[in-house]
């Protein structure tokens, strides 16, 4: 389940959770199958506030928390406590709560709808990470604002991602600062629930708009400033039309704002990318801290830069660590696949097997340079295989050209059989066609896996001509940028291989070294260039998580 009415968490503090699948290995993984096999629940819906997919969908959050954070934090909602104080103590007690953590970590959260009243109990083992200004915080600021809607689901899950990212601060040696909140919301773990009382609109009403600017990082910065003063409007005009409808009704609380700003005053930006128009932008963060998500932006008829949430809220999906990543399953409906010019410096990992939700987590490629198979236009359909040809039935014909296929331009055949075996069911398949002297793009879904034997997506094709490997994109300031290489250099010669395939390339950088000498040789129109230099450090990339 996706929860899209989180709006400003989802796209600042990473609400939309999905587990991640490393790069190149399972670095730091969750075992997720052994966990849930466990069958450990850590919510008592009493009350019945939660449908089975919500209650399903945040208990396996709770436990990766407990796996990953050491927290055992569990929910139990009942009607009528006649103290909520001393039923969640003595629930606590009763129910041994933190004794699923190594080192007895607990938190409870108990709810009553009857009495309308809620509380948070805290382990002795984390009374200095969750103090009670810290509890009463969430609760009144976090929490409730989505109970007063009704959106009690919400408001747990997103009360518990920001409990995981006060963790980790406290693993970092942060402290809570009570002089941060801005405001007094009193101490104490119990508040008033609110629940279905109607929006809140402390944070909305008399709030003044904020213009957009002339250069996006100007936008940006009114952004964050109007965050700082806890500007919850979803009209502004630093927003793109399609942004203010996406946010118009959504919930945008003051806890989120404090915590989207405290993130983002550590994030560096790395590049400012422009379309060719220059009418789109993305401002791209270093891969240092990849919590940092990227912002995208839209030039308006007045020349005005606006930021896009509607493309990064749909587009962009986040780890239970809040590393964003691509979300190929929503390209189209997003919006973001018009954004697509400022990652393609990136190396958007898609990993076989597809046994997650997510696949486009980002890595700084090798070199700093983009390339593959040229020489010929592309991947030609042969024929139809079947009555029930999948791509004949999405609209193409025998004779068209694949110029592009998801990121891969000019794409040789073997690279789109591989493709063809192994994309996900359900995720979005960019194509560029050419059909005669007509040029267009289309978008397609994933088809099921076949049965053994058949056609996937039921055409046979082939690739035209001798290929060589070709440079399709050099990352500014790179080693490949300083070295003097060039977007449609044909490279012929890597070291001492002569016409290099594209794995042996691969296999060069992956193993290359600091200091290790490298020699390339390229066609560059009529004339051939040599280039030497030196391997550089490999640049800085945080973990995924």
Request: proline content about 4%.
């Amino acid at each position: 389940m996706k929860f899209l009415t989180l709006v400003l968490l989802l796209l600042l503090t990473a609400v939309i959770i999905r587990l991640s699948y490393d790069g190149n290995s399972y670095l730091d993984k969750i075992d997720l199958q052994d966990l849930f096999d466990q069958k450990l629940s850590l919510i008592d819906d009493q009350s019945n506030l939660l449908s089975v997919d919500d209650e399903n969908y945040i208990n396996e959050y709770h436990q990766v928390l407990l796996q990953r954070y050491d927290l055992d934090y569990r929910i139990v909602t009942a009607n009528d406590i006649s103290d909520i104080d001393e039923y969640s103590r003595q629930l606590f007690n009763d129910e041994l709560i933190g004794e699923q953590s190594r080192q007895g970590r607990g938190l409870l959260l108990v709810i009553d709808p009857v009495k309308d009243v809620l509380r948070i109990e805290v382990s002795a083992q984390l009374e200095s990470v969750f103090p009670d200004a810290f509890i009463a915080y969430i609760e009144q600021r976090q929490m409730v604002p989505y109970f007063k809607l009704g959106r009690v689901d919400e408001g747990i899950f997103a009360t518990s991602e920001l409990i995981r990212i006060r963790l980790i601060d406290a693993m970092k040696g942060g402290e809570f600062d009570p002089d941060s909140l801005k405001m007094s919301i009193g101490g104490g773990a119990s508040s008033k629930g609110n629940i279905a009382s109607g929006r809140d609109n402390t944070f909305v009403e008399g709030r003044s708009d904020i213009l957009a600017a002339e250069q996006p990082v100007e936008t940006l910065r009114r952004f964050f400033e109007a965050m700082e003063n806890r500007n919850g409007r979803w009209d502004l005009d630093i927003f793109t039309a399609g942004s203010k409808l996406h946010m118009k009704g959504k919930v945008s609380t003051p806890a989120q704002m404090d915590n989207a700003v405290k993130r983002y005053k550590n994030c560096q930006m790395e590049h400012l990318f422009y379309d060719s128009s220059r009418s789109l932008a993305v401002w791209m963060p270093k891969l240092q801290d990849r919590s940092c998500d990227p912002f995208l932006f839209e030039k308006g008829y007045d020349g005005k830069w606006r930021i896009d949430l509607k493309a990064m809220g749909d587009g962009l999906g986040h780890t239970v660590g809040n590393i964003w990543y691509l979300d190929f399953s929503r390209q189209n409906q997003s919006g973001i696949a018009k954004y697509l010019f400022g990652f393609e410096h990136l190396y958007i990992y898609r990993p076989e097997g597809e046994r997650f939700d997510h696949q486009g987590i980002p890595f700084y490629k090798p070199f700093g340079m983009k390339y593959g198979y040229s020489g010929y236009e592309g991947t030609v359909i042969k024929r139809f295989v079947g009555l029930d040809s999948y791509l004949k039935n999405q609209g193409l014909m025998v004779g068209d050209v694949i110029l592009q296929w998801e990121s891969n331009k000019n794409p040789h055949s073997n690279v789109v059989d591989r493709r063809m075996q192994i994309v996900r069911p359900g995720l979005d398949i960019f194509l560029k066609i050419r059909r005669g002297n007509m040029y267009f793009d289309k978008f397609i879904k994933a088809p099921p896996y076949p049965d053994p034997g058949k056609y996937r997506f039921g055409v046979t094709f082939f690739s035209r001509g001798k290929h060589q490997v070709k440079i399709f994109h050099i990352e500014p300031d790179s080693q490949a940028d300083r070295m003097g290489l060039k977007k449609n250099d044909l490279i012929t010669h890597w070291n001492e291989k002569n016409n290099p395939s594209i794995n042996f390339i691969d296999d060069e950088l992956y193993n290359l070294k600091s200091d290790d000498e490298i020699s390339i040789q390229v066609l560059r129109g009529d004339f051939y260039m040599n280039f030497n230099a030196k391997v550089e450090p490999k640049r800085e990339m945080s973990q995924v998580h």
